[in-house]
């Protein structure tokens, strides 16, 4: 199985979630995924700026000129995806935030109706479940992790897709996540 991990801690010094995201790929190697880890706060990426030129003029393709091409292209050719940050301020980091929004070049622009809601159409035959892994701040009270919780779902159903799960890091272990993407 592919796994790819968008890791958005921004605070990569302070060692607790980088050295859990390490386990995490130890644990998921060990059972012979096949892992990609972003580190987002290290990378080169601009905001997307509506430009809609991945839909018209670049189709799938975003306009932009950084290092989110590899991370697209990585996205969409897994199997899963996990959405790892610490919350900040109640919601995940804004850098990962940043390249979440531009994954709207990962889809049709059309749209069509699915559950009586509008949503976009394919633009790929597969797309990646999603996993949700936060760290949670001092003051993270059970609002927060509901909102953060709505949006990526609501992400991964504009990508035809589920979140599978939502755990912290703080009460995970590694093993429950691995087992977690594989068994469901």
Same mark, same amino acid.
């Given at each position: 199985?592919?796994? *790819?991990?968008?890791?958005? #801690?921004?605070? =990569?010094?302070?060692?607790?979630? /980088?050295?859990?995201?390490? +386990?995490?790929? !130890?644990? @998921? !190697?060990?059972?012979?995924? #096949?892992?990609?880890? %972003?580190?987002?706060?290290?990378?080169?990426?601009?905001?997307?700026?509506?430009?809609?030129?991945?839909?018209?003029?670049?189709?799938?393709?975003?306009?932009?000129? #950084?290092? $989110?091409? &590899?991370?697209?292209?990585?996205?969409?050719?897994?199997?899963?995806?996990?959405?790892?940050? =610490?919350?900040?301020?109640?919601?995940?980091?804004?850098?990962?935030?940043?390249?979440?929004?531009?994954?709207?070049?990962?889809?049709?622009?059309?749209?069509?109706?699915?559950? $009586? !809601?509008?949503?976009?159409?394919? +633009?790929?035959?597969?797309? =990646?479940? %999603? $996993?949700?892994?936060?760290?949670?701040?001092? #003051? *993270?009270?059970?609002?927060?992790? !509901?909102?953060?919780?709505?949006?990526?779902?609501?992400?991964?159903?504009?990508?035809?897709? /589920?979140? +599978? %799960?939502? %755990? @912290?890091?703080?009460? *995970?272990? &590694?093993?429950?996540?691995?087992?977690?993407?594989?068994?469901?």
């Amino acid at each position: 199985m592919h796994i *790819t991990i968008l890791n958005g #801690d921004i605070h =990569p010094e302070k060692m607790i979630f /980088s050295e859990y995201i390490q +386990r995490l790929v !130890e644990k @998921f !190697e060990s059972e012979k995924h #096949d892992v990609e880890v %972003f580190n987002i706060h290290s990378m080169k990426l601009f905001y997307c700026k509506g430009c809609w030129s991945c839909w018209w003029k670049t189709p799938g393709k975003c306009d932009i000129q #950084d290092d $989110g091409a &590899p991370v697209f292209q990585s996205v969409i050719n897994s199997d899963f995806i996990i959405f790892a940050s =610490p919350l900040i301020a109640g919601f995940t980091s804004s850098a990962l935030k940043k390249i979440t929004d531009r994954f709207v070049c990962l889809l049709h622009p059309y749209i069509q109706l699915k559950n $009586g !809601e509008s949503h976009h159409r394919k +633009r790929y035959e597969k797309y =990646p479940n %999603f $996993g949700l892994l936060l760290e949670k701040e001092a #003051d *993270t009270d059970d609002e927060d992790i !509901e909102i953060v919780k709505n949006i990526y779902e609501r992400l991964a159903l504009n990508f035809h897709n /589920s979140m +599978r %799960f939502c %755990f @912290f890091i703080e009460s *995970t272990k &590694p093993e429950e996540i691995e087992y977690a993407i594989s068994h469901n």
